[in-house]
């Protein structure tokens, strides 16, 4: 950021911002233990955070991990159009062998006017038994009438 008087840049005043670093200050870690993750990517699609340290620097519309899941590709073109949002995607489970339904929900941080980071945080659902249960309290009815 230039600092000015009268009209003539007479100095700079920068900080360096460490994602990963960011990310984890503001991820409860409690959450983890209940089954949530937290990853961040910015706009051109790098992995900036991730739990899976081996995904950070990866591309997520061209790294080759991410072709057999192109939800996952729609999803993150989604969350770059719009600045907070939620969305379903599958990928790959907690074992890393078998395919996951994903729920997320994303926020955008702006550590410069050019730059966009994506904070999204996800957790792995049963769609089966999410109806299931939207059913069954659907049919009990509001719980206080």
């Known amino acids: 950021m230039p600092i000015t008087r009268r009209g003539r840049t007479v100095g700079l005043v920068g900080a360096a911002i460490d994602p990963a670093r960011l990310a984890r200050s503001v991820f409860d870690p409690a959450a983890e233990a209940e089954g949530y993750l937290l990853w961040m990517f ?3 699609g790098r992995v900036l955070f991730s739990r899976s340290a081996d995904v950070i620097g990866e591309n997520l519309f061209t790294a080759a991990r991410y072709a057999p899941f ?6 993150a073109q989604r969350v770059l159009e719009w600045n907070a949002g939620a969305g379903f995607y599958p990928f790959y489970g907690d074992d890393n062998a078998t395919v996951a339904s994903k729920i997320a929900v994303w926020v955008t941080l702006e550590p410069r006017l050019d730059l966009k980071w994506k904070l999204v945080i996800v957790r792995s659902y049963d769609p089966e ?6 059913l069954t309290a659907a049919r009990a009815g509001p719980a206080n009438p």
């Open 42 to 44: 910015q706009d051109d």
């Open 70 to 75: 192109p939800e996952i590709r729609s999803f």
């Open 129 to 134: 038994r999410a109806v299931a249960a939207a």
